[in-house]
Structure formats: C-alpha cells, structure tokens
C-alpha cells in the first residue's frame, strides 16, 4: 500500500512564500512521475507541476517563473516552492504519483494524497 501524506498549507498574504511537501510512504523502491495538482471551490482539479525522477519538470502556465517543483528520490519526498502568491492561487494542493514500483515487485499506476489547503489572508 502506497499513502501520500502533504504538509506545508496555510494562510499566507498575496506577495508571500509557502513550501508544500509530500512524502510517499510504503515499501517503495521507485517513483516514475510526482507533481502537484490543485483545486479551486466550484473548479476542476488543475496541474500546476510534475517532475519525472531524473528531474524533468513541467509547469502549469500559471506557475511558471512562481512556483518550483523538486523531489528527493531517496526519500520519496516532492516538494513544491510557491512564491508571490496570489489570491487566485488558494486552492486545495494535492500530491500526485505515478508509476510506482514496490519492493515485493506490486506497482502501482497512480496514487493521490489528501491534500492540503492554501489560503490567501488579504
């Protein structure tokens, strides 16, 4: 079984930082594709980055030149470091991974977190 737990949401004023992690945790020996994802109240679930495990990133064009995406392979860790927030960017954060490997040779297609809430305060 693979869980994807987040962490890092909050509150934050427009103009500020916040950084989102996600561990995957589980016997896992690899991650091919983790990424972020959100949703807005009344709107379909979006993406905002995804990184592949050699470090290939793709950005949302609303992330681009904000928002930076990275993981620990050794950890099963993304993180994802968002900068000059903006209210249109309150959502809910979800952790996505795709392409999972198990120790016991199981795989799994794709698994989701719970996510975790970003809050513009202005």
């Known amino acids: 079984q693979v869980q994807l737990v987040e962490s890092g949401g909050g509150l934050v004023q427009a103009g500020g930082s916040l950084r989102l992690s996600c561990a995957a945790s589980g016997s896992i020996i690899s991650i091919n594709i983790m990424g972020w994802y959100r949703q807005a109240p009344g709107k379909e679930r979006e993406l905002v980055a995804t990184i592949s495990s050699d470090g290939l990133t793709n950005y949302a064009d609303s992330a681009k030149g904000r928002f930076t995406i990275s993981r620990d392979n050794a950890k099963n860790t993304v993180y994802l470091q968002m900068n000059c927030l903006k209210p249109e960017d309150t959502a809910t954060y979800y952790c996505?991974?795709?392409?999972?490997?198990?120790?016991?040779?199981?795989?799994?297609?794709?698994?989701w977190g719970q996510g975790t809430q970003v809050t513009d305060s202005s």
């Open positions: 996505n991974a795709e392409g999972i490997w198990g120790r016991d040779g199981s795989w799994w297609k794709s698994s």
